[in-house]
Structures are given as C-alpha cells and as structure tokens.
C-alpha cells in the first residue's frame, strides 16, 4: 500500500495545510491535506488515519501531537479541506483538546487540526490503515479507542512523513 498527498511537495507540508492557512476562531489550523491510497490490499474494507507529530514531546509537556483522526473511509481519495465536512466517515479528537491545547471543545477538536509547530521544523507522520471492517467508533472518539478497535483488523500500513516549519 502506497499514501500519497499533493499536499506535499519534495517532503514539506504546503503552508495552506498548517498554522499560514485558513484556522479557526481558536487558531487551529483546518485546511485538511488530500490523500491519495494505492495498491489497497485484498479484503480491504475501510480505512484508518492518524496525523501526529512526534517531535512536539518536549515542547507540550511529553507526548506526541495528535493532529487528526479518522475511521469508517471506504474511499481511496480525501479531497482537501474534506475533514470540514466529512461524509461518510467519523472523526476523532486531536490534541487541541487537551490543557497544552487550550481545552477546546469536542465538536471543534474533531477534526484536523493541522500542523503549528512552536520551535521550528516538525516531522509530520501520516498513518494510514487497510482494514478487514469498519469500526464502530463514533465522532469524537479517543485516539486510544481506536488503536483498540483495529486490533486484530490491519492489514496493511503505510506511513508518510513530511516536515511544516514554524518559520517561513
């Protein structure tokens, strides 16, 4: 299985995908990245997507950054800026949720919230996972609900990194 995305261009993450693009009334970046899915499995029957951001750790009191979650895609292409209006798949929360993201509300934390690094250049991972089912998760589930979920129901997985930069 390959992921690709037209968001990235020679391993850098466009500026309209992250903190230079359009946020929300918080600041959250929500312009979502396109993605594309290739060479799917056999038996595949949906799709699960986690955007994190490992090298944030020592700048957000010690864990990764978790920018987007989704389940339930049964389509090999995202459109960008998809996430705002996703049909037909479920979202989770990212990490604006938590205290070192200012609190916000489930609603607005389920959905992308794309990269804002505060000290440089971050590398971006884009998990993406073949799955045998379609999970049963809701909108606003927890990052960890569904790594449960998929136990077990992974077929294959692909990761792409890219870099965002706080500086231009």
């Not at 990235?8 to 959250?28: L, Q, T």
Request: with cysteine; proline share 5%.
């Amino acid at each position: 299985m390959i992921v690709t995305s037209k968001a990235v261009e020679d391993g850098v993450i466009g500026d309209k995908y992250g903190m230079r693009g359009p946020v929300s009334a918080h600041g959250v970046p929500t312009y979502s990245m396109p993605i594309k899915i290739e060479g799917v499995p056999a038996g595949t029957e949906s799709f699960a997507l986690v955007l994190e951001d490992k090298d944030d750790f020592p700048s957000n009191g010690g864990f990764s950054w978790i920018h987007w979650t989704a389940a339930n895609i049964t389509k090999r292409d995202l459109a960008e800026n998809e996430s705002m209006d996703a049909q037909g798949w479920v979202q989770g929360v990212n990490s604006w949720i938590s205290p070192q993201g200012g609190n916000l509300s489930r609603e607005e934390c389920s959905r992308y919230g794309g990269p804002a690094p505060s000290d440089g250049e971050h590398i971006y991972e884009l998990h993406v996972y073949a799955l045998d089912t379609e999970l049963d998760l809701d909108d606003g589930f927890n990052y960890n609900v569904l790594y449960r979920k998929m136990d077990g129901h992974v077929l294959d997985e692909y990761t792409l990194k890219a870099t965002y930069s706080s500086e231009t």
